[in-house]
């Protein structure tokens, strides 16, 4: 393989271990600053300011982490509690952003891990099973299930890497075979779907009886937004989760009830918007829908373009470029397998040249060279796969976290090959309008039932079956025989001037401003 491919992730510390973390921290400390940020969170959540909880939860403990928890946890739970009248609810989602922090800081214990995972399941039990009175901002609700999706897939890859386990961890691994079980992991996310009746508040919403995505999702009758909000969040994150399994369809199915060509509540959160958009273009690419890909991360790569100032100072800033580059990547995939540039507008095309103009050339030879940028271009921009069967404890524990992830690549790579065989064709059927079979047939050195095979394969790789059960074409050149001849009908790209005129208005504004500020002497 051209690219090593390994997971961004701190060596967990043993069990066992000292923490790095306990050095010098005393949890029962609360800090003035801290113990002000809780009371003060406290109480908005309890008056339902959505604006100034969303300001604590943005800014202040981000703050307040930077300031005084670098390198160490917050204060536990147990030593807060009081300042919030040992209030359950607010204890969990506490604890929650307490782990968050450990993850995103740190580097978590076995034990942590599966303590994560039981604060999880408390939290989400009282969620769905008890009147859970309060609206939290969407970024939060978000948060929710982004981390609780990503501790599922760090504990997987944490798993997996059986070769330098400790005796304690694997006694700890056996007593907690539970803890993030995909199963379960599934389960939670499917549960806050349906008891959401998120689904048919989105029908009602088609109807205009609903106005869940006019009000962004919050509750302006003094009800609560969390459990609609979450089964909304929720099949993005199963969307998610299918794709780091590998089972694309199924993902895509449980994002239908989302109209993804509209604004939605997805949009308003730019993790959620980016997250929805990744997947969903990756799903489609390993589909083979790579004219819905294309166009999905033509539409998101423009979007970050126009807006990714407007998010440098947010924590997510970082993630949001990693993405943004993952999907410049996912995109010259795309246009190397389904050269369909009018798809493409103008800003990104050009992007996308600038970073990968030179690759994408030679992506097109199909040759070993050209394997191993598809292999370094897909290892690069894929999600992490996970295995998520628990570990054979038996002598000798080998590392399997790297397998799910090969066997992606493997499948990849066993369509790229098969592209190779068409190019000939595409290339031929490019220059002629009819040909007769036997000419073509000649032209490519086979006999004329082999032509009609490749010609087959050409017609069923360039068509694929969409979320509906109909069938679409991917290919920017069609053809059909009649007696022994190919007509070959080549899709003209309707014209668009209005993107064009509007570059040129606001290059001529521009000049127009520079030369106001010009002082005649």
């Given at each position: 393989m051209a690219t090593s491919y390994d997971y961004e992730e701190a060596p967990a510390a043993a069990y066992d271990e000292p923490r790095r973390q306990d050095i010098g921290y005393d949890p029962n400390f609360v800090p003035d600053s801290v113990k002000s940020f809780v009371v003060h969170l406290y109480r908005h959540i309890r008056e339902k300011n959505?604006?100034?909880?969303?300001?604590?939860?943005?800014?202040?403990?981000?703050?307040?982490?930077?300031?005084?928890?670098?390198?160490?946890?917050?204060?536990?739970?147990?030593?807060?509690?009081?300042?919030?009248?040992?209030?359950?609810?607010?204890?969990?989602?506490?604890?929650?952003?307490?782990?968050?922090?450990?993850?995103?800081?740190?580097?978590?214990?076995l034990k942590q891990r599966i303590d994560s995972w039981d604060n999880y399941c408390s939290l989400f039990h009282?969620?769905?099973?008890?009147?859970?009175?309060?609206?939290?901002?969407?970024?939060?609700?978000?948060?929710?299930?982004d981390e609780f999706v990503y501790q599922f897939q760090s504990f997987c890859q944490y798993r997996a890497k059986?070769?330098?386990?400790?005796?304690?961890?694997?006694?700890?691994?056996?007593?907690?075979?539970?803890?993030?079980?995909?199963?379960?992991?599934?389960?939670?996310?499917?549960?806050?779907?349906?008891?959401?009746?998120?689904?048919?508040?989105?029908?009602?919403?088609?109807?205009?009886?609903?106005?869940?995505?006019?009000?962004?999702?919050?509750?302006?009758?003094?009800?609560?937004?969390?459990?609609?909000?979450?089964?909304?969040?929720?099949?993005?994150?199963?969307?998610?989760?299918?794709?780091?399994?590998?089972?694309?369809q199924t993902g895509l199915k449980c994002l239908l009830p989302i109209d993804i060509s509209q604004q939605g509540v997805y949009t308003v959160v730019m993790g959620s918007y980016i997250a929805t958009m990744y997947?969903?273009?990756?799903?489609?690419?390993?589909?083979?829908?790579?004219?819905?890909?294309?166009?999905?991360?033509?539409?998101?790569?423009?979007?970050?373009?126009k807006t990714k100032q407007y998010h440098?100072?947010?924590?997510?800033?970082?993630?949001i470029l990693k993405k943004n580059e993952q999907m410049y990547a996912?995109?010259?995939?795309?246009?190397?397998?389904?050269?369909?540039?009018?798809?493409?507008?103008?800003?990104?095309?050009?992007?996308?040249?600038?970073?990968?103009?030179?690759?994408?050339?030679?992506?097109?030879?199909?040759?070993?060279?050209a394997f191993a940028i598809y292999d370094e271009l897909f290892s690069y921009a894929c999600p992490k796969f996970i295995t998520p069967s628990s570990p054979s404890f038996e002598e000798p524990l080998v590392n399997y976290n790297q397998d799910a992830y090969r066997l992606q690549l493997k499948l990849f790579l066993y369509e790229v090959k098969q592209q190779q065989l068409l190019s000939g064709v595409r290339t031929f059927l490019k220059v002629?309008?009819?040909?007769?079979?036997?000419?073509?047939?000649?032209?490519?050195?086979?006999?004329?039932?082999?032509?009609?095979?490749?010609?087959?394969?050409?017609?069923?790789?360039?068509?694929?079956?969409?979320?509906?059960?109909?069938?679409?074409?991917?290919?920017?050149?069609?053809?059909?025989?009649?007696?022994?001849?190919i007509h070959v009908v080549e899709s003209k790209p309707v014209k668009q001037y209005g993107d064009y005129f509007l570059r040129q208005i606001v290059k001529l504004e521009g000049v127009i401003n520079d030369m106001d500020r010009i002082k005649l002497v």
């Open positions: 959505v604006y100034e909880i969303h300001q604590m939860y943005e800014i202040s403990f981000q703050t307040v982490s930077d300031r005084l928890f670098k390198d160490t946890p917050w204060p536990s739970v147990d030593a807060v509690a009081d300042f919030v009248d040992n209030d359950q609810v607010f204890c969990l989602l506490y604890r929650e952003m307490w782990f968050r922090h450990l993850y995103a800081r740190l580097s978590p214990t009282v969620v769905l099973h008890r009147v859970v009175n309060m609206q939290l901002p969407n970024q939060w609700l978000w948060d929710l299930v059986m070769k330098n386990k400790t005796e304690q961890e694997i006694a700890l691994l056996r007593q907690y075979d539970q803890a993030w079980n995909v199963y379960g992991v599934l389960n939670y996310l499917q549960a806050f779907v349906e008891k959401s009746n998120i689904i048919q508040i989105l029908e009602q919403e088609k109807e205009g009886v609903d106005q869940f995505t006019a009000n962004d999702g919050y509750d302006y009758s003094g009800g609560s937004n969390v459990l609609k909000v979450l089964g909304y969040f929720s099949m993005v994150g199963l969307l998610r989760v299918h794709c780091l399994l590998g089972d694309y997947h969903y273009g990756f799903a489609n690419l390993m589909l083979r829908r790579y004219v819905e890909a294309i166009r999905e991360f033509n539409k998101m790569l423009l979007y970050i373009y440098q100072k947010s924590p997510q800033y970082e993630q996912l995109l010259a995939i795309c246009l190397s397998l389904c050269p369909q540039v009018q798809l493409v507008d103008e800003t990104v095309n050009s992007q996308l040249r600038e970073k990968y103009g030179e690759k994408m050339a030679r992506m097109q030879r199909y040759d070993d060279e002629y309008s009819t040909i007769s079979l036997g000419k073509l047939a000649n032209y490519m050195e086979v006999d004329e039932p082999t032509l009609r095979t490749i010609l087959l394969t050409y017609k069923h790789k360039t068509h694929a079956v969409d979320s509906e059960g109909k069938i679409i074409s991917n290919a920017d050149v069609n053809f059909y025989i009649d007696n022994d001849m």
